[in-house]
């Protein structure tokens, strides 16, 4: 049973950060996920996927999975590339494609 330990990303839906401070301890999945023959849903007899812990650094999700047992592989978060811009650049002399209306 292999935990995974990363910082969420940002969601797309939304341009703020909510949810992406924190570091989740979630397990890979034991057995892949079948749908049901009635309605179509899909299940999975792995109870593990349904769990899923937050913490607030990396060191206690790390110190979590080492006093319980768990194996697990740490993901480190992939930072934003920053393009500073101001709206004044839009009609600047010297841009690539000159502005026109």
Same mark, same amino acid.
Do not use: C
């Given at each position: 049973?292999?935990?995974? $330990?990363?910082?969420? @990303?940002?969601? !797309?839906?939304?341009? &703020?950060? %909510?949810?992406?401070?924190? *570091?989740?301890?979630?397990?890979?999945? @034991?057995? %892949?996920?079948?749908?049901? +023959?009635?309605?179509? *849903?899909?299940?999975?007899?792995?109870? /593990? #996927?349904? =769990?899923? =812990?937050?913490?607030?650094?990396?060191?206690?999700?790390?110190?979590? %999975?080492? /006093?319980? #047992?768990?194996?697990?592989?740490?993901?480190?978060?992939? =930072? +934003?590339?920053? $393009? $500073?811009?101001?709206?004044?650049? /839009?009609? !600047? @002399? &010297?841009?690539?494609? +000159? *502005?026109?209306?």
């Amino acid at each position: 049973m292999l935990a995974r $330990i990363y910082r969420p @990303a940002k969601t !797309a839906m939304q341009s &703020g950060k %909510a949810k992406t401070k924190d *570091w989740v301890l979630e397990f890979e999945p @034991a057995s %892949a996920r079948r749908p049901d +023959p009635l309605m179509g *849903w899909t299940q999975s007899s792995d109870m /593990n #996927g349904q =769990l899923r =812990l937050t913490f607030e650094t990396r060191e206690e999700a790390v110190a979590y %999975a080492q /006093n319980n #047992g768990l194996a697990f592989q740490l993901f480190e978060p992939k =930072l +934003p590339k920053r $393009i $500073i811009k101001a709206y004044a650049d /839009n009609f !600047a @002399a &010297g841009r690539r494609q +000159p *502005w026109t209306h």
